[in-house]
């Protein structure tokens, strides 16, 4: 979230699709080139230096983020164009017996 465009809204989205939850986060954010798309969940990764000087950070987050959603049976990606960002986490949904 530190990424959005100052003053513009942060759109989260969930919806059940089949057996998992579907969470997005998306915003309208400065692009993410395609190539740092499948870097963005390493330790330390930052798509470029600069911005851990103008918002600090470590480039631990989605890390994080990644691990959790991992801890719980789903997986996380990123899709990024000139419009927008998109995190979409997918988790399975807990069977329950009546």
Same mark, same amino acid.
């Given at each position: 979230?530190?990424?959005?465009?100052?003053?513009?809204?942060?759109?989260?989205?969930?919806?059940?699709?089949?057996?998992? %939850?579907?969470?997005? =986060?998306?915003?309208? /954010?400065?692009? #993410?080139?395609? &190539? $740092?798309? @499948?870097?963005?969940?390493?330790?330390?990764?930052?798509?470029?230096?600069?911005?851990?000087?103008?918002?600090?950070?470590?480039?631990?987050?989605?890390?994080? %983020?990644?691990?959790? =959603?991992?801890?719980? /049976?789903?997986? #996380?990606?990123? &899709? $990024?164009? @000139?419009?927008?960002?998109?995190?979409?986490?997918?988790?399975?949904?807990?069977?329950?017996?009546?």
């Amino acid at each position: 979230l530190k990424y959005g465009k100052d003053g513009n809204l942060i759109r989260i989205e969930a919806d059940k699709v089949g057996s998992e %939850a579907v969470v997005s =986060v998306i915003n309208n /954010g400065k692009m #993410i080139p395609k &190539e $740092s798309l @499948d870097e963005l969940f390493n330790r330390f990764y930052r798509v470029e230096a600069s911005r851990s000087q103008q918002t600090g950070g470590t480039g631990l987050g989605l890390a994080i %983020a990644q691990s959790i =959603v991992s801890l719980h /049976g789903g997986y #996380i990606y990123a &899709e $990024s164009n @000139d419009k927008e960002t998109k995190f979409v986490m997918h988790l399975p949904l807990k069977q329950t017996s009546c």
